[in-house]
């Protein structure tokens, strides 16, 4: 199993700002995903970090919003840009047990944008 | 592209009784299939899992699922509830074929168990 710590685990962010949010894993990993849970509604992969390449974004996620960094195999960072209501969320940090296909998640977090 | 389709939004159910929440796929080769709970205001935790094997799958809290192949379904099941099961349930599936083992959630059952 993988213990994952985020980042601020809730904040309130004034419109037109920008959020760092911050995944520590106690362990090495290859892949890990950043998800967004929008209010009452279901988890949506953002995008894949990979440690040394570019991460990959999903249809309808772009790098200029939600710009990624994956220095190294315990570490990476979300960041919500130029922020607005409807961003407002939980934002999952998750890692990925290659052996057995499952996902460790954090614990999230929850973004409320003003 | 996976889907994956939870048909109850929310389920109420009394305490002791069964519960049963269904969850379907869209059709695909092979698939790794995963039941994750979500208590209120906590991150998602892993109920069970299918990557292969026998068809019906046994998780935590006495919680059981089984893999239907020929109607790409993959339902959860407890035969007594407690009131501590009151939580959302993510059924999730990911393509064993495709790479970077992405998962697709389904939207969720929110189950409120009542005294």
């Known amino acids: 199993s993988a213990v994952i710590s985020q980042k601020p685990s809730r904040d309130i962010c004034q419109r037109g700002t920008s959020l760092t949010i911050q995944c520590q894993v106690d362990?090495?990993?290859?892949?890990m995903f950043w998800y967004r849970q929008q209010p009452g509604q279901s988890l949506t992969l953002i995008a894949t970090?990979?440690?040394?390449?570019?991460?990959?974004?999903e249809s309808g996620f772009v790098i200029d919003k939600f710009p990624i960094s994956r220095p190294n195999l315990t570490f990476s960072t979300l960041t919500v840009s130029n922020m607005s209501p409807e961003d407002s969320s939980i934002y999952l940090c998750s890692v990925l047990a290659v052996n057995t296909g499952e996902l460790f998640f954090g614990e999230g977090s929850r973004l409320t944008v003003l | 592209a996976q889907s994956v389709t939870q048909l109850d939004s929310q389920v109420p159910v009394f305490e002791e009784a069964p519960v049963e929440l269904r969850c379907n796929y869209s059709s695909s080769v092979s698939v790794y299939l995963f039941w994750y709970v979500q208590y209120p205001n906590q991150g998602l935790q892993l109920l069970l899992k299918?990557?292969?094997?026998?068809?019906l799958v046994k998780g935590i809290n006495g919680f059981e699922a089984e893999f239907n192949k020929s109607q790409t379904s993959f339902h959860l099941r407890k035969p007594s509830v407690h009131i501590s099961d009151t939580a959302e349930y993510f059924c999730a599936v990911s393509d064993r074929l495709a790479a970077g083992n992405k998962l697709t959630f389904g939207g969720g059952t929110r189950v409120l168990v009542k005294p």
């Open positions: 299918y990557l292969s094997g026998s068809t």
């Open positions: 362990s090495q990993v290859t892949m």
């Open positions: 970090a990979n440690q040394g390449s570019e991460a990959t974004y």
